[in-house]
């Protein structure tokens, strides 16, 4: 999974570049400005985006107008994170089951928002999903506690 972050920090802006791979189990910090790659042990089973069968379904509301044609059609569900993780509350399209958010729950984290834009059905260059050549120097951290997916939204990331 590659998660790119993009915004503006003090009115600075930033890129926060991750690669998670759980078949290795490596979390990459990747700094492509710098050509500078960091391994972390990575913790934690893949969490496919979509709506688990036990989810339980919230409701169904429009997104924009409500004229003929327009407007979003989309389902929220709710529901436990594996491993008693935590929770979840996601908003996906009524056509495709796209995501558009998803709020998780979880005690050591609190609550973490996590939106759609732009939404992809397929990805455009699957090499994406590998690490750079610069990375494949970078040495695992060894005193680094193992990391999870959560754990990319925490500040000290």
Same mark, same amino acid.
């Given at each position: 999974?590659?998660?790119?972050? =993009? #915004?503006?920090?003090?009115? +600075? *802006? !930033?890129?926060?570049?991750? $690669? ?6 490596? $979390?990459?910090?990747?700094?492509? %400005? ?14 496919? $985006?979509?709506? *688990? =069968? ?11 107008? %409500? ?11 709710? #529901? ?7 929770? /979840?509350?996601?908003? &996906? ?7 558009? %958010?998803?709020?998780? /729950?979880? +005690? ?5 928002? &996590?939106?759609? /834009?732009?939404?992809? &059905? +397929? ?8 690490? *750079? ?15 999870? !997916?959560?754990? $990319?939204? %925490?500040?000290?990331?």
């Amino acid at each position: 999974m590659r998660l790119v972050v =993009q #915004g503006f920090h003090k009115n +600075e *802006p !930033f890129t926060t570049d991750f $690669l998670v791979d759980y078949k290795e189990h490596i $979390l990459y910090y990747i700094d492509d %400005s710098k050509r500078e790659c960091k391994k972390k042990a990575l913790n934690g089973d893949f969490q496919p $985006l979509g709506i *688990p =069968q036990t989810a339980f379904p919230v409701g169904q509301t429009l997104i924009g107008s %409500s004229a003929p044609g327009e407007g979003l059609l989309v389902n929220i569900w709710t #529901g436990n994170l594996p491993k008693k993780a935590g929770r /979840f509350l996601s908003t &996906v399209t009524e056509q495709g089951c796209v995501p558009v %958010s998803t709020m998780y /729950f979880i +005690e050591h984290l609190g609550t973490v928002a &996590v939106n759609f /834009f732009n939404n992809v &059905v +397929e990805i455009s260059d699957p090499s994406q999903l590998n690490a *750079p050549d610069f990375c494949q120097q970078a040495e695992m951290d060894p005193e680094g506690e193992p990391k999870d !997916f959560f754990s $990319l939204f %925490s500040k000290d990331n």
